[in-house]
């Protein structure tokens, strides 16, 4: 019974998964939060885009 304890103990395997999970985790988190924030701004230039040609004059016929 000792002997398993002690394996189950020195076993990384185990906590080098976990951990790489974790990592990915954060990192999509990462991803999600500036990918939600580009997403924020273009809509911003592109509204801005939008409402600038809607109040620019027409051109004049020749």
């Known amino acids: ?3 398993i304890f ?3 103990k020195n076993e990384e395997s ?5 951990e ?7 990192i999509s988190v990462a991803l999600i939060a500036g990918a939600q924030s ?5 809509n911003t230039v592109f ?3 939008s409402s600038s040609l809607q109040s620019a004059p027409a051109p004049a016929a020749r």
Not at 14 to 18: L, P, R, S, V
């Open 6 to 8: 002690k394996r189950f």
């Open 47 to 49: 509204t801005d885009l």
């Open 1 to 3: 019974m000792i002997s």
């Open 20 to 26: 790489y999970g974790l990592i990915a985790a954060l």
């Open 38 to 42: 580009l997403g924020t701004q273009l």
């Open 14 to 18: 185990g906590a080098t998964a976990i």
